[in-house]
Structure formats: structure tokens, C-alpha cells
């Protein structure tokens, strides 16, 4: 929701950004959509995130 690359997340998360990358693929794939933006629509739908 604030637009962070996988690079950023993994840093704030202390995670590797090959994990990032595999976690964001696979919420991609459950919504069934086909990038980020689309994500991030669905989730602001659904009241989720700062409006």
C-alpha cells in the first residue's frame, strides 16, 4: 500500500528480497491479479490499508 519495491520491504522486514519477491507472487496469484496496482485496489476496496 505505500508503494515500497522488494528491496525496501525486505529491509524493513529483515527478510531477503528473493523472499519478498516469492510472498508478493503468490498474494498476486490468490487475488488473481496480475500486478501490484491491482493488489493494492483490491485491498482499499476491502478497507484495508490508509485510506
Do not use: C, F, P, Y
Request: charged share 15%; no cysteine; proline share 0%.
Amino acid at each position: 500500500m505505500e508503494g515500497l519495491s522488494n528491496a525496501d520491504i525486505a529491509a524493513r522486514l529483515s527478510l531477503s528480497e528473493g523472499t519478498v519477491r516469492n510472498h508478493v507472487s503468490s498474494i498476486l496469484v490468490k487475488l488473481n491479479v496480475s500486478d501490484r496496482t491491482q493488489a493494492a485496489v483490491i485491498a482499499i476496496q476491502h478497507g484495508l490499508g490508509n485510506q
